[in-house]
Structure formats: C-alpha cells, structure tokens
C-alpha cells in the first residue's frame, strides 16, 4: 500500500476519470493556472487543457447549471464549489433540476452530474465560511450525499461515484486534506451506502461521518486505556446511509453515540438516533445519545471556535456520562 493524503487521494481520482473518460470536464473558480483552492488540481490545466479544466466565474448558479445541462446532453461534469456555504447559491439548480429530472421527464433524461464542495469549520474562516449542509442535501429525493474521512475511502468512492446517472454531491472537509492514510495499490471501488467499522469494540458504539470519525477515534483510542471499547462506524455516505451496520453494531455493544460537527438541532444525527432507537430498542442498555456542534455561528475567533464543534474531550466526557447512567 501507498501512503497518500487526502489530497493526493484527490487529485488521482479526479485525473483517473479526465485520462479514462474523455467526456468528463471540471469545471470551477480557481481550478485552472492557480491550481484550485485547495490544491487538488494543481497542474491539471497544463496536462489536460482549458476544454476539460474549465475556469469559472464567481457564479455558482451558472456553473451547476452547466454542469446539469451538459450532463443530461452525456457529458460527465465534475462541479467543483469552493465551499459548501457558496452552494448555497446553486440551491435551486442542485435540488430544483438536478434532483428531480429523471423524476420529472418520466426517465427519458438522467443527470449523471458531481458536484464536488468543501464542508466544516476549524480554519478560522468565520461563520459564513464555515457551515456543516450535508445534512440539508442529505434529505432531498433524487440526490446522493458521499462524505467520505479517509484518503482510501476518498479515492475508492469517487471511482463509484463515476459511474452513476444520477446527481452526486461528493462533500470533503476542509481540514482532512493534509491527514495521511493507506491507498491500496490495486484497483478497488467503494460502494455508494456502505458504511465502515473504522474500529472495532465491545461496550460502546460511535456513529459518526467525514472529520468527526479521526476526532471520534482518537477519543476511542484514549477510553481503550480505561478499559473502554469503543467501536467507531464511519458512515461515508449519508444519502443512502447503512442502516444495516449501523444496528449490527449497536445490538453489538448496547449502547450508541452519534457524532456530528453540525448544530445539533435539525442535524442529521437525529435520523440516525430516530433508527436506532426504533430498530434496535430491545438491545439498548441506555437512550441513544447525540452530540453535535452548539447551536451558534461558527466564530471568527479560533480560540472561541475551537469550542463550537466536538472534540476529543467532548466525545469521551459523553460516553463516560452514557456509561455512568
């Protein structure tokens, strides 16, 4: 196995699809001579040209609706969004035509369309810079939402991705693209709504998504000191999400923490607590218990924004509460 960042894990992806699939484009600000925003297609423009590295205004609406209209004409557009706030922008386009033409002209149309965003906060980019929306997208009919945490997971599930007909948001964090991890040296796909047990253990299960796995290992890691086995399941999609793992663990253990770095009210957590608490109620030694990012603006501040999303300690003073029931 090859060790590789997130980024790295990227930028293979993206280039096997340009150098394997000549209909695909990207298409994104920033993406051409500057080399993306986050350094994921540096030289891309060079080696593949302006018909395939395609740079855009600061117009998000245009760009999905680009990216819709030559989809449905088969073409495979990648959609690059700096962040997951100026998505925000694109919203009528990704939910109102996106998502819905298969559904709306019967299947004579698909939109085989990835809009590849950055979400989170940590950067000290301030509140309008540093939103969780995955959740948002995650509800909608007719969309795909993959969030993969790992460099292999990255790479493994772009390659599936590529090759479905409907709309994908594919959502990164911003603070996972300098972290390192294995990358099998073979080819491997990772199927779209399959999750992943990142790490095995007998008395209590965390279920989280994107960079709340690293934080949710790393609190799984200390409690093994204690005695405590914590088992982590990454969830890597969350529209389709794994329910079936998600109970297996939990009849496992007995008892559930769902992890997000959203607000916590109207997160995604709560579908997945809602789930567990109706499929595997027999098998709980305690409620089902949720911890998500306080409800307020992410601040500018990093000393005051470092206590806005979970951490470590948060993580494990949740569980050492559950366990003290």
Avoid at 102 to 123: C, E, K
Avoid at 176 to 189: F, H, I, N
Avoid at 207 to 226: C, F, H, P, W
């Amino acid at each position: 196995m090859a060790e590789l960042s997130y980024r790295e894990a990227m930028a293979k992806a993206l280039r096997e699809g340009l150098v394997e699939d000549e209909r695909m484009f990207i298409i994104g600000e920033d993406i051409g001579p500057y080399g993306g925003p986050y350094a994921v297609t540096a030289g891309f423009l060079d080696e593949f040209g302006p018909k395939r590295i395609v740079e855009s205004p600061i117009a998000e609406s245009a760009m999905v609706g680009i990216g819709t209209g030559s989809a449905m004409a088969g073409l495979r557009p990648v959609v690059e969004i700096m962040t997951i706030n100026f998505s925000l922008l694109a919203l009528d386009q990704i939910v109102n035509h996106a998502a819905k033409i298969r559904y709306m002209s019967g299947g004579q149309f698909t939109v085989p369309l990835i809009v590849r965003t950055v979400t989170g906060g940590g950067a000290g980019l301030a509140a309008t810079h540093s939103q969780n929306l995955e959740g948002w997208y995650a509800s909608v009919p007719g969309l795909k939402v993959v969030i993969p945490a790992t460099p292999h997971d990255a790479l493994g599930l772009f390659r599936s991705v590529r090759k479905e007909t409907d709309p994908i948001m594919f959502i990164e964090h911003i603070l996972l693209y300098s972290t390192r991890g294995e990358v099998k040296d073979d080819y491997y796909e990772i199927p779209i709504g399959k999750a992943d047990v990142k790490r095995e253990g007998k008395d209590f299960s965390i279920i989280a998504y994107s960079r709340m796995v690293n934080v949710s290992i790393a609190a799984a890691d200390a409690l093994s000191k204690e005695g405590i086995g914590v088992e982590v399941v990454d969830l890597r999609s969350l529209r389709p999400w794994d329910r079936d793992t998600v109970i297996q663990s939990v009849r496992k253990t007995g008892r559930a923490l769902v992890v997000e770095e959203v607000w916590q009210t109207g997160g995604f957590g709560g579908e997945i607590a809602s789930a567990i608490q109706h499929e595997a109620f027999d098998d709980l030694d305690g409620p089902v218990a949720r911890l998500g990012g306080l409800d307020v603006p992410t601040p500018y501040s990093m000393s005051l924004e470092r206590l806005v999303a979970p951490t470590e300690a948060t993580v494990i003073e949740a569980i050492r509460k559950e366990l003290a029931r």
